[in-house]
């Protein structure tokens, strides 16, 4: 069965099962880097939010093996999981007054969004890209945001400089900077793992079960003091396009200390990572570090960039090294 095949029945089945109530459309989706996407889309009758479920992971299961029964109903219920339960309403984007408090940037890799910065506004950065967005944020949407392009600048009667100096401004208020250790990053999460694996502790032995969970997490992170070397990570605290901390004037000077200057090494589009200067890395080795943690570990649509940044603490700015 071909991937349009899928998504038509795809579509049909949960449909059906959905009824007149909620419309359902297939469409091709571009995201970020140019990576596109095959999305199902649930558009409730009177709202102005659509929620999207891409289908390419599912197909991929469906050729290895899945049935097609159990797709559609993994579907419906992650549908019904995260439904909005009142109208959500977009009524406040017609008016740039309204939007101005919700602005925000963020950071694209420049040479993979060509296409795309055609039809949004932008600044070049280095080798990336700044572009302007409207963060949402709620209980039911957690932190989303709308790309703001130029037929919105247009309709607004905005010029491209204002709104992009003014997005700049405003993410720092409502996307505060985050700096957090990374042995401690991943003692949380090697914590949360142990834990879910656990049956629930009986009565009294809480404390002994936090004891137990402390050690075992210290011991699969290699949590312990520094030494030499520390490496941070940078983001904001939703965690959401936070390589856009990047963009913050003077906070890589509050964090530098007593060091001369920062490796930025890019994670992804939603954080970076911090190493302190010792005078004793390789550009070569931090190059393919950088590489390879990218086409291992990064989705297409979340990279950021190849190069590697530095900081130096005299000149106060970021450089490509």
């Keep these: 069965m071909t991937l349009e095949q899928f998504v038509n029945k795809i579509k049909s089945a949960v449909g059906a099962y959905f009824g007149d109530g909620l419309g359902i459309t297939a469409q091709k989706i571009i995201k970020n880097n140019g990576v596109e996407l095959t999305g199902l889309i ?8 659509a929620a999207t479920i891409y289908l390419d992971g599912y197909y991929e299961e469906y050729e290895g093996g899945m049935p097609l029964s159990e797709i559609v109903r993994r579907i419906i219920q992650a549908y019904e999981d995260h439904r909005p339960e009142g109208k959500l309403k977009l009524d406040f984007f017609r008016d740039y007054e309204q939007v101005r408090a919700r602005l925000a940037c963020r950071l694209v890799n420049l040479e993979k969004n060509r296409a795309l910065l055609e039809q949004v506004p932008h600044q070049i950065w280095l080798d990336l890209a700044v572009v302007p967005c409207c963060i949402l944020m709620g209980d039911e949407l957690g932190c989303a945001c709308i790309l703001i392009r130029y037929s919105h600048m247009r309709r607004w009667g ?15 208020q409502i996307l505060r900077p985050e700096c957090e250790p990374m042995k401690d990053f991943l003692f949380d999460m090697m914590r ?6 656990l049956p629930e502790a009986e009565s009294g032995m809480e404390a002994e079960q936090e004891y137990l969970l402390d050690r075992v997490a210290g011991i699969l ?12 990570i940078l983001s ?4 959401f396009y936070g390589a856009s901390v990047l963009l913050y004037p003077d906070v890589l000077s509050r964090l530098i200390g007593e060091a001369k200057g920062f490796f930025i090494l890019p ?4 954080e970076v990572l911090l190493l302190a200067d010792t005078g004793k890395e390789s550009r070569r ?6 590489n390879e943690v990218n086409e291992r570990n990064v989705p297409p649509e979340e990279f950021l960039s190849d190069s590697v940044y530095y900081f130096d603490k005299k000149e106060g700015r970021i450089r490509i090294l």
């Design 236 to 239: 904001n605290t939703q965690h």
């Design 267 to 270: 994670s992804s589009v939603h």
């Design 42 to 49: 649930f558009m409730e009758k009177e709202s102005d939010i």
């Design 192 to 197: 949360q793992a142990v834990e879910e694996q």
């Design 285 to 290: 080795a931090l190059y393919r570090m950088v």
């Design 158 to 172: 905005i010029d491209e400089e204002s709104l992009l100096e003014e997005a700049r401004i405003n993410m720092q």
């Design 221 to 232: 992170a290699g949590r312990r003091e520094a030494e030499g070397k520390e490496m941070f």
